[in-house]
């Protein structure tokens, strides 16, 4: 029994941190756990990656990351792009060619040729992604590509139109599926960026790369990438997030700060100064 096995390990008097990666309610039941202990943790959790498309990005750039990052590994990576946030003067332009690269983009075993979409890992996947789909259609989202599935190979799905009271909008889907998220101009898009418990990785997209670089301060996430995909990852480089995403550093330096304890240690070489 997994729970049984790892509430074992962290009780242990020899474990003295634990790092954890995986969901936010399992992270939440570790931390409790290790707290009873005074144990230190390290939880990357869940994730909802938003990718912003200002009005003078690159719409073809932005189009090769957005699909890259949403249905790499058919989108079951913590930093996969779940939301795609696009200012509404280049919104139906860009939701035209993502959903043309998204249905292009073939299903299948991936031995037999360039199948980019594999299997996602159980049928539970498929009919989270599948319910999904039906909340968001039901309450007036479009598929512009893909759809629902019977069997655990999914085909890259694009639902355009995803707004606040759709469990798209929230839900980590972990899946082939990504929402279009339309937004007035810049502040609104960082405002739906920040519309969310989760805070691991994000993107925007933008010409101006000191306006990229304002706009990336102020998304509530561990990690922010300007003109690159929400999916990347460096060995050298402090990965974690904020939020319900987790707390703590891995990565470079940061790993080790973050698995040793900083101690102080002084020698004297002249005899004391004393009171009494």
């Given at each position: 029994?997994?729970?049984?096995?790892?509430?074992?390990?962290?009780?242990?008097?020899?474990?003295?941190?634990?790092?954890?990666?995986?969901?936010?309610?399992?992270?939440?039941?570790?931390?409790?756990?290790?707290?009873?202990?005074?144990?230190?943790?390290l939880l990357e959790l869940g994730g909802k990656a938003p990718l912003i498309v200002l009005e003078d990005a690159d719409?073809?750039?932005?189009?090769?990351?957005?699909?890259?990052?949403?249905?790499?590994?058919?989108?079951?990576?913590?930093?996969?792009?779940?939301?795609?946030?696009?200012?509404?003067?280049?919104?139906?332009?860009?939701?035209?060619?993502?959903?043309?690269?998204?249905?292009?983009?073939?299903?299948?075993?991936?031995?037999?040729?360039?199948?980019?979409?594999?299997?996602?890992?159980?049928?539970?996947?498929?009919?989270?992604?599948?319910?999904?789909?039906?909340?968001?259609?039901?309450?007036?989202?479009?598929?512009?590509?893909?759809?629902?599935?019977?069997?655990?190979?999914?085909?890259?799905?694009?639902?355009?139109?995803?707004?606040?009271?759709?469990?798209?909008?929230?839900?980590?889907?972990?899946?082939?599926?990504?929402?279009?998220?339309?937004?007035?101009?810049?502040?609104?898009?960082?405002?739906?960026?920040?519309?969310?418990?989760?805070?691991?990785?994000?993107?925007?997209?933008?010409?101006?790369?000191?306006?990229g670089l304002r706009v990336a301060r102020q998304i509530r996430s561990g990690i922010c990438h300007v003109n690159g995909p929400t999916v990347h990852d460096e060995p050298q480089m402090p990965f974690g997030g904020?939020?319900?995403?987790?707390?703590?550093?891995?990565?470079?330096?940061?790993?080790?700060?973050?698995?040793?304890?900083?101690?102080?240690?002084?020698?004297?070489?002249?005899?004391?100064?004393?009171?009494?």
């Open positions: 029994d997994a729970a049984e096995i790892v509430g074992a390990l962290i009780d242990h008097q020899a474990v003295r941190r634990i790092n954890f990666t995986g969901s936010t309610q399992v992270g939440r039941i570790i931390a409790r756990r290790a707290a009873e202990h005074l144990k230190p943790c719409l073809d750039e932005a189009v090769n990351a957005a699909a890259f990052g949403a249905f790499m590994n058919q989108g079951q990576i913590c930093m996969s792009t779940e939301r795609i946030i696009v200012v509404d003067a280049v919104a139906d332009a860009f939701a035209e060619k993502f959903a043309a690269k998204a249905r292009g983009l073939a299903c299948g075993d991936p031995r037999e040729g360039k199948t980019p979409l594999g299997a996602v890992v159980d049928q539970r996947t498929v009919s989270h992604v599948n319910a999904l789909i039906d909340d968001a259609l039901a309450k007036g989202a479009k598929a512009l590509a893909g759809g629902k599935s019977e069997g655990v190979l999914m085909c890259a799905t694009v639902i355009d139109g995803v707004t606040a009271e759709m469990n798209l909008y929230r839900d980590e889907s972990f899946g082939p599926i990504v929402g279009i998220l339309r937004a007035r101009d810049e502040a609104d898009a960082i405002r739906l960026a920040n519309d969310s418990e989760y805070g691991l990785s994000a993107a925007v997209f933008t010409k101006d790369t000191a306006r904020v939020g319900a995403s987790g707390y703590g550093r891995f990565g470079g330096k940061a790993g080790i700060d973050s698995f040793t304890e900083l101690r102080w240690i002084t020698i004297e070489t002249e005899p004391g100064h004393f009171p009494f």
